[in-house]
């Protein structure tokens, strides 16, 4: 029988994501609901080594619900990967009497917690939150739509100037690993072309589209590039498109971290309190080592080592239709 969750921790980790203040507050909220007591856990991983560790109430999550960013800050720790760093993590949460953890990140952050979990046994529940949506076990993780909403809107911007001038935009959007973001964004801008990490690059394809545009009388194209595309992002595509192409004009735009901040859409905010609420009932019902998710409107468990070793694999239908709509 697992032991009675009292007393529970949150933090942030990895990159930042819009709806992560949701989240934090949803946790806090959740936990003082079921009569636990919350600590709030400062840059993340780092945090939990120094020490950095307060109490949270209802009013320290106050008017957050719509902030971009982090109240608790995250980090990207290095001493974490360390069993001596682990060690004293573990021990910080013991004396502060934390018997449950909730982690709120992505790929990495999980990644460590299965390591902590096994390794002290304190229970942790992960919370997707990552622009990236690169999780298994959740349709969407928290961030992704205000990042292709943020990524879309400058996108159709861009649009504006290169029909003005009659250039060729290649547009760089986030996602090391996974090109779900320029997918989406390249569908719903209307790209000519869309590059991902996840398939092959034919740079003459992506030239002949070009020129059965141009023959057209397509006087401007956008091309969306996501950053991890083994081409060797924007700048190397855009050069090589106009080594072939001589007629266009062509300009690189890189949206870079713009995609991480903002205001959370509606969808990032109500999906960051369900998960927020979800994973704090989790632990009280005795789950550990396992993230929560949503998908089909079902709140659903994976393990972090699943939910990890798994992207969510890009959609090969939405490919073929970015495809066929850009002709
Ligand atoms: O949070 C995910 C992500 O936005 C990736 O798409 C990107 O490659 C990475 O973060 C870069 O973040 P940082 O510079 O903070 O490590």
Redesign the pocket.
Known sequence: MANKITKIGVFTS??D?PGMNAAIRAVVRTGIYHGLEVMGIYHGYDGMIDGEIKSMDSASVSNILQRGGTILRCS?SEAFRTNAGRKKAALNLKMKGINGVVAIG?DGTFRGADVFYKECRIPIIGLPG???NDLFGTQFTVGYDTAINTALDAIDKLRDTAASHDRLFIIEV???DVGL?ALRTGIAAGAEAVLVPETKTDIDRVIGILEKGWKRKKSSSIIVVS??DKTGGAYEVASRIQKKFKQYKVRVSILG?L??GGKPTCMDRVLASRLGVAAVEALISGKANMMVGASHNKIIYTPFNQATKHHNDINPNLYRIAEILSN
């Open positions: 990895g990159g994501a990207r992505g990552t622009i990236d986030m996602g090391r973001i950053e991890g971290y995609q991480r």
